[in-house]
């Protein structure tokens, strides 16, 4: 039989919450204390915000140095260190205490080294004013290095010094940002708060620097082309659009750099590439900002072979500089970089992923009927390729979880692309899926200006049609094409989705310091 229930009258009542504190008073309290720490300045002539310190070490290198050693071998040292950070743990305790500064270094331990501060080494008076120091102030620390009886490396504090006073305080128990779109909006705060956040930009860092390295060994050299381009050309895209006042005229922001690094190819330089940022006026999603970050690269005499074997070894090469493997892991499934990529043409792709027969996937009726079943658009000027392709994006692609090149795209969808020598309808080009989502676009750049010419002209009528993403009709360069350009692979691979893949990171917003957001009210 079960006990009986207490009535609610019953019940004792519930103490009080304590209120919680309002972050107005905390940084009008800050602000007093800044007050008093500026007449206390003013007073002996010394600045409130000092600029003399110099830290000489860092949190992480004497963690890593020292860490695994007993305080019997390191405190016979007598190590002198001088380290600067934020402060963003403390206790006081009477006449001794400690806190934790965090400083700009990465390790496991987040660049977090424990201070011991004692009242009799420092003096009363600088005691005293440390007492009311406030997490987040940044501070200068000199002392001795030494490890607790709990083990736990840590400097015995004589000279300690306010650096910068911070007016508003950090989220509370320093548990970092919960939303996360305040993660976004506040970044410097999600930076301080979450060593994930930091080890993410910090691998992303590691990736540049592997792609620049891997490039220039192989015979690339670093470009810089224009971000206002007066046509806007090297994708189909809506671009963003603004004024020139001193030329008056009309620009807008590059939406690929591609006709800019062809014209290179043009001029004699035979191997070039660009890490650059784009901007495509389009929508929001995980997988898309408006802002974003390409690698683009153009070798003379490669074709699309030659292309894929090398996008290949590119991504090994990053993924291991970043992480340590080509074997990674998304969203708790295994990516294999490791091993060759597969190939698959866009026909082969809807064999053997979209339950269709090669009969099938050849006929138009079928195709159609297949795009009519998955509500995808099939507009009735379209051919057999250009079906293909629509039910490929619509039905194919997001299964697409191992690396895999699609190849032998429409000449309709890929206005830049070399047409195949043996089926002229479908062109040279590639697209690498990984994890269900496009990474890398290449192909054997069309070099005939004749040619291209007639392509603009037909992405124009599709522009005069209502088509915004459609190409302009850029004279200027076909008049570099007719100077010739020599056979030429281009290739551009997306920086922020391969950071998305490499640092494990569900959003593209993860992992783009400062992404696009709507403007709060």
Same mark, same amino acid.
């Given at each position: 039989?079960?006990?009986?229930?207490?009535?609610?009258?019953?019940?004792?009542?519930?103490?009080?919450?304590?209120?919680?504190?309002?972050?107005?008073?905390?940084?009008?309290?800050?602000?007093?204390?800044?007050?008093?720490?500026?007449?206390?300045?003013?007073?002996?002539?010394?600045?409130?915000?000092?600029?003399?310190?110099?830290?000489?070490?860092?949190?992480?290198?004497?963690?890593?140095?020292?860490?695994?050693?007993?305080?019997?071998?390191?405190?016979?040292?007598?190590?002198?260190?001088?380290?600067?950070?934020?402060?963003?743990?403390?206790?006081?305790?009477?006449?001794?205490?400690?806190?934790?500064?965090?400083?700009?270094?990465?390790?496991?331990?987040?660049?977090?080294?424990?201070?011991?501060?004692?009242?009799?080494?420092?003096?009363?008076?600088?005691?005293?004013?440390?007492?009311?120091?406030?997490?987040?102030?940044?501070?200068?620390?000199?002392?001795?290095?030494?490890?607790?009886?709990?083990?736990?490396?840590?400097?015995?504090?004589?000279?300690?010094?306010?650096?910068?006073?911070?007016?508003?305080?950090?989220?509370?128990?320093?548990?970092?940002?919960?939303?996360?779109?305040?993660?976004?909006?506040?970044?410097?705060?999600?930076?301080?708060?979450?060593?994930?956040?930091?080890?993410?930009?910090?691998?992303?860092?590691?990736?540049?620097?592997?792609?620049?390295?891997?490039?220039?060994?192989?015979?690339?050299?670093?470009?810089?082309?224009?971000?206002?381009?007066?046509?806007?050309?090297?994708?189909?895209?809506?671009?963003?659009?603004?004024?020139?006042?001193?030329?008056?005229?009309?620009?807008?922001?590059?939406?690929?750099?591609?006709?800019?690094?062809?014209?290179?190819?043009?001029?004699?330089?035979?191997?070039?590439?660009?890490?650059?940022?784009?901007?495509?006026?389009?929508?929001?999603?995980?997988?898309?900002?408006?802002?974003?970050?390409?690698?683009?690269?153009?070798?003379?005499?490669?074709?699309?072979?030659? #292309?894929? $074997?090398?996008?290949? @070894?590119?991504? &090994?090469?990053? %993924?291991?500089? *970043?992480?340590?493997? !080509?074997?990674?892991?998304?969203?708790?499934?295994?990516?294999?970089?490791?091993?060759?990529?597969?190939?698959?043409?866009?026909?082969?792709?809807?064999?053997?992923?979209?339950?269709?027969?090669?009969?099938?996937?050849?006929?138009?009726?079928?195709?159609?009927?297949?795009?009519?079943?998955?509500?995808?658009?099939?507009?009735?000027?379209?051919?057999?390729?250009?079906?293909?392709?629509?039910?490929?994006?619509?039905?194919?692609?997001?299964?697409?979880?191992?690396?895999?090149?699609?190849?032998?795209?429409?000449?309709?969808?890929?206005?830049?692309?070399?047409?195949?020598?043996?089926?002229?309808?479908?062109?040279?080009?590639?697209?690498?899926?990984?994890?269900?989502?496009?990474?890398?676009?290449?192909?054997?750049? #069309?070099? $005939?200006?004749?040619? @291209?010419?007639? &392509?603009?002209? %037909?992405?124009? *009528?599709?522009?005069? !049609?209502?088509?915004?993403?459609?190409?302009?009709?850029?004279?200027?360069?076909?008049?570099?094409?007719?100077?010739?350009?020599?056979?030429?692979?281009?290739?551009?691979?997306?920086?922020?989705?391969?950071?998305?893949?490499?640092?494990?990171?569900?959003?593209?917003?993860?992992?783009?310091?400062?992404?696009?957001?709507?403007?709060?009210?």
């Amino acid at each position: 039989m079960n006990p009986p229930v207490s009535s609610p009258a019953a019940l004792p009542e519930a103490p009080a919450a304590p209120p919680a504190p309002d972050d107005n008073a905390l940084i009008v309290e800050r602000r007093e204390k800044l007050a008093a720490l500026r007449l206390a300045a003013q007073a002996v002539g010394r600045p409130v915000f000092p600029n003399d310190f110099k830290p000489q070490h860092q949190a992480a290198v004497l963690l890593q140095q020292y860490g695994a050693l007993d305080n019997e071998a390191i405190e016979p040292q007598q190590l002198q260190v001088t380290l600067a950070g934020r402060m963003v743990l403390k206790r006081v305790m009477g006449k001794a205490s400690f806190c934790t500064l965090q400083d700009g270094s990465m390790g496991d331990s987040g660049g977090r080294i424990q201070l011991f501060v004692a009242r009799d080494v420092l003096g009363e008076a600088a005691y005293a004013e440390f007492k009311h120091w406030d997490l987040g102030d940044i501070i200068g620390a000199a002392g001795t290095l030494f490890k607790t009886k709990t083990g736990e490396l840590s400097v015995r504090v004589n000279t300690l010094r306010l650096l910068t006073k911070s007016l508003r305080p950090l989220p509370d128990k320093f548990h970092g940002l919960a939303d996360q779109e305040q993660k976004y909006r506040q970044r410097h705060i999600d930076l301080i708060t979450d060593p994930t956040a930091r080890a993410r930009f910090i691998a992303r860092s590691k990736a540049l620097a592997a792609i620049r390295e891997f490039m220039g060994g192989h015979g690339f050299m670093e470009v810089e082309t224009p971000m206002l381009h007066p046509i806007p050309g090297g994708a189909n895209a809506k671009p963003f659009v603004t004024h020139h006042n001193a030329l008056d005229q009309r620009m807008f922001l590059r939406i690929a750099p591609e006709l800019y690094l062809k014209r290179l190819i043009v001029g004699g330089f035979e191997r070039v590439f660009e890490i650059n940022r784009s901007f495509r006026n389009e929508g929001i999603s995980v997988r898309h900002n408006p802002e974003f970050t390409m690698m683009e690269f153009y070798a003379a005499y490669w074709n699309h072979h030659d #292309l894929m $074997d090398y996008t290949e @070894q590119v991504l &090994r090469h990053v %993924a291991h500089s *970043a992480t340590g493997s !080509a074997t990674l892991t998304y969203g708790g499934r295994p990516v294999d970089l490791a091993t060759p990529f597969a190939r698959l043409t866009v026909r082969d792709a809807l064999v053997a992923h979209a339950g269709l027969s090669a009969a099938e996937a050849g006929d138009a009726p079928r195709l159609r009927a297949a795009l009519a079943a998955q509500g995808a658009p099939a507009p009735a000027h379209w051919a057999l390729a250009e079906l293909q392709f629509g039910l490929f994006e619509a039905v194919v692609e997001p299964q697409l979880w191992a690396p895999t090149f699609i190849v032998d795209y429409p000449v309709e969808v890929s206005p830049l692309a070399r047409a195949s020598d043996t089926n002229p309808a479908v062109t040279e080009r590639f697209e690498l899926f990984i994890t269900g989502r496009e990474y890398a676009n290449g192909f054997s750049e #069309l070099n $005939d200006a004749q040619d @291209q010419a007639a &392509r603009f002209a %037909a992405q124009m *009528a599709n522009k005069e !049609a209502g088509d915004e993403e459609a190409m302009y009709y850029d004279a200027d360069f076909i008049r570099a094409l007719e100077i010739g350009m020599p056979p030429t692979g281009g290739c551009g691979i997306g920086i922020d989705r391969l950071m998305m893949l490499i640092t494990d990171s569900p959003s593209i917003r993860d992992v783009i310091l400062f992404p696009s957001l709507r403007q709060e009210a």
